[in-house]
């Protein structure tokens, strides 16, 4: 009972940790350009529903902590919603356009700045991704370890596979399959690979002993993952294990770590954009699509993943675990960016279509008729979005529900 609660803490508490630096510097984007654009911020929440605790700053605006660890907001001194999408009070629109800007209205503004106000969430995440992977490259380093040099060793061996079946152990070091010598890793996924239900005669180097074992490699299922073909050979292991005396690392300076940041994050935009369009021709599935349970695990399996090393110490257990966390915030936060720019109504890319289309008509919006069930089909969409990640999560954690 005491591990459950343990293991509770770290994945609930570092989901939350992870998606409030996300949120915030989303939400912080959008208040930051609203300011300097003279738009009058009335909230500032991180979560949503009732307030949990918050203050007021010298400029009226209050910032608070929601009792749902989910999302967040600003709401403009005109909203009447979390979200700006419904229409400001009659006390408000009565109001002349000129009083509305003086008083800060974000409905009275100019296109440009409302446009502007509305962009730099997603672009607060970006920059936010770029400086946090620029960070660890100018912390961790570059890792330019020749992979194909390194021993076939295993680095994960996972309960119930093939391979735990056959007495495989982390750290061994697979030589030979079937007579035919291994070099490195990649060797070994490609002869796995091409074997499934084939018994493999394997030959593993253990504390300089040499063992001859036996492991018949699993089908994979449909639902495996993307790296993996429908069918191909799963011995259930990952690696190479890299010893700290083969790692080739290199230091950068600043300047270097930026720019390491900027195409580390542009390598992930271009990488989510490729697998939507895989989806969409059908070369791909959504099964990798993840829900908010899908985060609590893979930032509860990080945390713990840097807590359990049982040979460093309580200080550089929380370097790693710092450093593992800020790697998901980076990777999150691209992912919250390119969510918020695709033009889906209640999104911020859903508002910029529309004053886009109020530019083309000359300052005049869509009438609220058309806007509101804009806002109807958009909240139709990411509800369904949600529910399908969500099915995925679960079938992910739980394969018996498929």
Request: include cysteine.
């Amino acid at each position: 009972m005491l591990e459950f609660f343990q293991n509770a803490i770290i994945y609930v508490g570092s989901f939350m940790l992870v998606l409030g630096v996300v949120v915030f510097v989303h939400e912080f984007g959008h208040f930051r350009v609203g300011r300097w654009c003279g738009i009058a911020v009335k909230s500032f929440s991180i979560g949503l529903g009732g307030e949990w605790f918050g203050w007021t700053d010298k400029h009226g605006t209050r910032w608070k902590v929601s009792k749902i660890p989910l999302g967040g907001f600003v709401s403009w001194i005109d909203d009447t919603d979390g979200s700006s999408t419904l229409p400001a009070s009659e006390e408000n629109q009565a109001l002349a356009k000129e009083e509305a800007r003086r008083r800060g209205h974000f409905r009275a503004m100019p296109i440009w700045k409302r446009a502007a106000a509305t962009a730099a969430g997603p672009a607060a995440n970006f920059v936010f991704s770029i400086f946090a992977l620029g960070l660890l490259a100018f912390v961790v380093g570059g890792d330019r370890t020749d992979l194909q040099a390194i021993p076939a060793r295993l680095a994960f061996v996972a309960e119930q596979s093939a391979a735990a079946e056959a007495g495989l152990q982390q750290g061994d070091v697979i030589v030979s399959a079937n007579g035919q010598r291994i070099a490195n890793f990649s060797e070994l996924q490609a002869i796995v690979a091409a074997s499934p239900l084939t018994p493999l005669a394997i030959e593993v180097e253990r504390g300089g002993a040499l063992l001859a074992m036996s492991a018949t490699p699993q089908r994979a299922s449909a639902n495996a993952g993307r790296s993996v073909r429908e069918g191909q050979g799963l011995l259930g292991v990952s690696g190479p294990l890299i010893l700290d005396a083969e790692r080739n690392l290199v230091r950068y300076n600043p300047f270097e770590a930026i720019g390491i940041g900027a195409r580390d994050t542009w390598a992930i935009v271009a990488q989510t954009f490729g697998y939507i369009g895989a989806i969409f021709v059908g070369r791909e599935s959504g099964d990798q699509i993840a829900g908010p349970l899908g985060i609590i695990n893979v930032s509860g399996q990080v945390a713990a993943s840097a807590l359990q090393s049982p040979d460093a110490g309580l200080g550089e257990k929380l370097q790693v675990l710092a450093l593992s966390l800020l790697r998901l915030a980076a990777f999150l936060s691209v992912a919250v960016g390119i969510v918020n720019i695709l033009p889906i109504p209640i999104l911020d890319g859903g508002h910029l279509v529309f004053y886009g289309i109020e530019a083309l008509r000359g300052g005049r919006p869509l009438p609220p008729t058309a806007q509101e069930w804009a806002y109807r089909a958009g909240f139709a969409v990411m509800a369904s979005l949600f529910l399908f990640a969500t099915w995925n999560d679960i079938t992910r954690l739980f394969p018996g529900t498929q």
